[in-house]
């Protein structure tokens, strides 16, 4: 597939599911309702435990609200993956799509590039609307923000391939999704510091790649930390990233040559 080809089919997909939002833009103000109530929720929350709780030496506000709207920006771009898959099963144009001379991994990165696309600009709307309320000069690394934000999309990527991968091959992949995302939610760091949790579960958050991908927002967002300090995460995130995006890739391959041929695709 040629560079200019690539082009063409993105640029058609973003036209489609530009159009379909503006179609139903309703759900753009019911999402910018529920992020208005979730930061109220979180204002209001650390005012009432005080300034003296600065987990990581971060005042509680922006902890909050880094932890819960980058979680939410990697977990919504993970579900469209799943999303997209488990839509093309139940319209029936699955098996078509395949057909294609697209090949399955292309085509399911760039039907998931518009709600990564989406979930970027309410990510930097909520935080941007957070920080304004917290009203504090901050000083961000803003190059190590991107670097941050780009190994983080990357390890994103993997586990939605993976979601997609699960939803083939038994055909209950949300639910899955839904258990292992609460249960990363919890040991992350979203809402309090990992350091609290019992030992070992701070030893299984150390292995799942959002935790360091929080930390290492946090610090480059909040704290204006130089590469020097941000070293040990950016190198955990590179990690991941190379060992995740070609198993996740492996796996799809995998799960749709099995559906394939037991004849279950268009299965959900």
């Known amino acids: 597939m040629n560079l200019f080809g690539l082009l063409d089919k993105t640029l ?8 379909t939002a503006i179609r139903y833009r309703t759900g753009f103000l019911i999402n910018g309702a529920g992020a208005a109530a979730e930061l109220a929720a979180f204002y209001y929350l650390a005012h009432a435990i005080g300034p003296s709780f600065r987990p990581e030496g971060i005042a509680y506000f922006p902890f909050l609200l880094v932890g819960t709207g980058f979680y939410t920006f990697l977990v919504t771009g993970i579900n469209a993956f799943l999303m997209i898959v488990q839509e093309a099963q139940q319209t029936g144009t699955l098996e078509v799509l395949l057909t294609t ?6 085509l399911l990165f760039l039907s998931a590039l518009s709600a990564f696309a989406g979930s970027t600009v309410q990510f930097l709307l909520y935080i941007g609307v957070g920080l304004w309320l917290y009203d504090s000069p901050f000083h961000p690394n803003l190059v190590a923000c ?5 190994l983080s999309l990357i390890i994103a990527i993997a586990f939605g391939v993976l979601a997609a991968a699960l939803q083939l091959a038994i055909q209950k992949g949300s639910a899955l999704v839904w258990l292992v995302g609460s249960g990363a939610w919890f040991m992350t760091g979203t809402l309090f510091p990992v350091s609290t949790l019992p030992e070992p579960l701070w030893k299984i958050g150390q292995w799942i790649p959002i935790t360091h991908a929080l930390t290492a927002m946090r610090m480059a967002l909040l704290q ?3 590469f020097g300090e941000l070293r040990r995460e950016l190198m955990l ?4 990233c190379a060992v995740l995006l070609p198993f996740s890739l492996w796996i799809f391959s995998f799960a749709l040559q099995h559906a394939r041929r037991a004849g279950t695709l268009s299965f959900y």
């Open 12 to 19: 058609a997909i973003v036209r489609r599911d530009l159009l």
């Open 237 to 240: 995130l590179a990690l991941f």
């Open 146 to 150: 991107v670097a941050v934000f780009l």
């Open 224 to 226: 204006g930390a130089s």
């Open 101 to 106: 001379s697209t090949p399955a991994p292309v």
